[in-house]
């Protein structure tokens, strides 16, 4: 049974990297079904197909997964390589994901996601950096505990791909995350699929007003890569 994975616009749907880049670096075949954000609020349109009226969303014939974490622990439970083998790596990524999902609220706030341009940021609150420096602890921690080049050790999983939205961020912003995360977002960043989706987020057509302001709040725009 085939799956198709529900996604929304490259260039702001971080929720929507996360399963993308998790299956495409491991292989797993899936259709690929772009539900845009057309207006500033995208709920009743999305309920058609997602019961939190969001994405993503992975269909499995007549079941949805719903969730970027329920997909990566469904998926875990038929293929190889979500996690990694080994039981403390398994278990360090386990914990950064979790955090990764329900935490970092300043960052999603104050650094909204957007691929395709660069950004002076407004000052920091202290809340961003509290996260910034978390996450440069964290990133930092797995390289040295587990040996890199990946977070959780020498192949890649689902703990890179819940970060994999950061990775953006951090060059969207110019946030410093230290060496050794910025060698692992520069190593990310060189990814096919890392490429493959900035392709597609610099020469799509759409643009969300809510989003293009969430963007404006942030900090001053300084170049525009987009395309469309």
């Known amino acids: 049974m085939g799956y198709t994975l529900i996604t929304a616009n490259r260039n702001y749907s971080s929720w929507s990297l996360r399963p993308w880049v998790l299956m495409t670096m491991l292989g797993i075949p899936f259709e690929d079904r772009i ?78 996601m957007n691929v ?40 890649f999983t689902a703990v890179d791909a819940f970060f994999a939205p950061v990775v953006f961020r951090v060059r969207t912003y110019g946030l410093d995350v230290g060496p050794a995360g910025k060698a692992w977002v520069d190593h990310m960043l060189g990814l096919a699929p890392m490429l493959a989706w900035e392709k597609d987020a610099l020469t799509e057509s759409w643009r969300e007003a809510g989003h293009e302001a969430e963007l404006k709040d942030c900090g001053v725009i300084t170049a525009d890569y987009r395309q469309g």
Not at 124 to 140: G, I, Y
Request: hydrophobic fraction near 45%; aromatic fraction near 10%; proline fraction near 8%.
């Open 35 to 112: 539900e845009p954000f057309a207006a500033d609020s995208n709920y009743d349109a999305f309920r058609a197909f997602s019961p939190t009226g969001q994405v993503p969303v992975l269909l499995v014939g007549a079941r949805t997964i719903w969730d970027s974490l329920g997909i990566a622990l469904y998926l875990s439970d038929r293929h190889e390589g979500v996690w990694p083998s080994e039981p403390a790596a398994k278990a360090w990524a386990q914990c950064a994901v979790t955090e990764m999902h329900g935490g970092f609220a300043a960052l999603r706030n104050d650094c909204t």
């Open 116 to 155: 395709g341009v660069r950004v002076q940021p407004k000052p920091m609150s202290a809340a961003l950096k509290r996260d910034v420096a978390r996450l440069t602890e964290l990133w930092a921690q797995g390289l040295d505990n587990f040996g890199g080049p990946f977070l959780a050790g020498p192949q």
